[in-house]
């Protein structure tokens, strides 16, 4: 069965450079969620789309955005990345109307020198 | 492989009544289980977490107990109210260096009146 697949699975960054990070959902799921954990950390709730709408927004820096798009991928754009930027950033698709049996992803490895 | 499965899938109990959803795990080595409760397209809220030598915990209405042995969790939940359908997703961390998170797909809870 298909999976949550995320690019890329590393990507090595300079702070104050851009990054661009891909999540693409199970066919068919309507919903997409980002999250952030720091090394030794609690996961950090970014921000969720449902139906290509922001339907929740956790902390997630003003320095990011994210969007989904008409094929529901969602992409999460970062901006002027800071050392603390280093995370794993994974998302997770659900379908909304099976009350959020989330699926979640490898998960995208950032570092930031 | 690290694996975190949990069961069941969905349940439907009426409003008032007790259930209990399972999660078995294969995470090594282990670090600490967390139960989280996640409303549809919103950021996943956390109930417990438990390290190696805790075996029960509680939080209000919900009750969460670990067995190391046999890489068992369960979180009972008491006097179910409507506010509690969502979906309860396990998560095990692992000890090693990225305390990299696996986590299971959640069970579907929902509450009748």
């Known amino acids: 069965a298909a999976g949550v697949i995320q690019s890329p699975r590393h990507l090595i960054k300079e702070k104050r450079e851009t990054a661009t990070l891909k999540c693409y959902p199970i066919p068919r799921h309507d919903t997409v969620y980002w999250y952030q954990q720091g090394p030794g950390q609690d996961p950090q709730f970014l921000i969720s789309f449902y139906e290509k709408m922001q339907s929740d927004k956790g902390s997630i820096p003003d320095r990011f955005s994210a969007q989904q798009f008409s094929d529901y991928h969602s992409e999460l754009n970062m901006s002027s990345l800071e050392l603390g930027d280093s995370a794993l950033y994974f998302c997770?698709?659900?379908?909304?109307?099976?009350?959020?049996?989330?699926?979640f992803g490898p998960g995208t490895r950032l570092t930031v020198l | 492989k690290n694996q975190v499965e949990q069961s069941p899938q969905s349940l439907i109990i009426l409003e008032g009544k007790n259930c209990t959803l399972q999660?078995?795990?294969?995470?090594?080595?282990?670090?600490?289980l967390r139960w989280y409760k996640q409303d549809t397209g919103r950021g996943p809220v956390s109930l417990t977490i438990?390290?190696?030598s805790e075996n029960t915990k509680s939080n209000g209405r919900y009750t969460a107990t670990l067995d190391a042995d046999t890489k068992q969790s369960s979180l009972h939940i008491t006097a179910s109210q409507l506010s509690d359908s969502a979906s309860y997703i396990c998560v095990v961390s692992a000890r090693d260096s990225n305390y990299q998170l696996i986590w299971g797909a959640g069970t579907k809870l929902i509450i009748k009146p």
């Open positions: 997770a698709s659900s379908l909304a109307a099976t009350y959020n049996e989330q699926f």
């Open positions: 438990m390290t190696f």
């Open positions: 999660c078995n795990y294969t995470v090594s080595p282990f670090s600490n």
